[in-house]
């Protein structure tokens, strides 16, 4: 079944959003574009199957793993709500935020652990972007680099063998956990303001935003001095 909607909430993440923030306006935004495609003539379950979740994935593959894991647990609940009968279908884009213009070469070392993060919390697609993007359009060998990191941990590493490796790990189940109920809280949030166009218009989720922000603000302020 073609995909014709991506509910990502990428675009929070490279803001400075924090995960749960993140997840919230994804699965809004499912919501949004599943009400939109009934409004058009599609049953419930056929709207939901057309939409595909997108999600930020960067360096710390644990936090990314669980993001993932979380993601699928926010969309059952969500299609559970509506009626729908359709398993989740992610994609996990590497994170722009996380790339430094320094050392770029460092950021191949962050990108292959994005894409671990990403294949073993069982994304249906994975982008990966370049170790060069923070400095401009990729060069050829840029690209084949991230082509070459997907090759190796799929071939060489074989990750897409094992379904679910996190499963039973208590620190990861901890964490997904928390992850999925506080992105809920915020959807809610979204939600009581009117839908994900709503909240963007009204600055609910840049509020969420600046939220985030600011501890990491502080946080880094605390370690300078």
């Known amino acids: 079944r073609a995909s014709l909607c991506l509910a990502s909430g990428a675009v929070v993440h490279e803001a400075g959003g924090g995960e749960a923030a993140e ?18 003539g599609l049953a419930m379950d056929d709207a939901f199957g057309r939409i595909v979740l997108g999600v930020a994935v960067d360096a710390d593959y ?22 729908a009968d359709a398993p989740a279908r992610i994609e996990a884009r590497s994170s722009g935020r996380m790339l430094t213009r ?11 652990a994005a894409a671990f993060a990403a294949a073993a919390g069982g994304a249906a697609a994975i982008v990966l972007g370049a170790f060069t993007d923070a ?9 084949r680099q ?7 941990l799929a071939e060489e590493a074989n990750l897409g063998r094992v379904v679910d490796p996190a499963g039973g790990s208590g620190y990861l189940e901890t964490l997904t956990d928390a992850l999925a109920m506080a992105a809920w809280d915020r959807f809610q949030a979204i939600e009581s303001a009117g839908g994900a166009v709503r909240a963007l218009e009204g600055g609910i989720v840049a509020e969420m935003v600046a939220e985030t922000r600011g501890e990491l ?3 880094l302020g605390e370690k300078q001095t």
Do not use: E, H
């Open 23 to 40: 997840l919230a306006f994804a699965i809004a935004a499912a919501l949004a574009y599943a009400k939109a495609l009934t409004r058009a």
């Open 62 to 83: 644990f936090l990314g793993l669980a993001k993932l894991r979380a993601a699928r647990r926010l969309w059952a609940r969500l299609a559970g709500a509506c009626g």
């Open 102 to 112: 320094a050392d770029p070469w460092t950021n191949m070392i962050r990108l292959t």
């Open 135 to 143: 400095l401009g359009a990729p060069t050829p060998f840029a690209r």
């Open 146 to 152: 991230s082509r070459n990191i997907q090759l190796v």
């Open 217 to 219: 603000t502080a946080r």
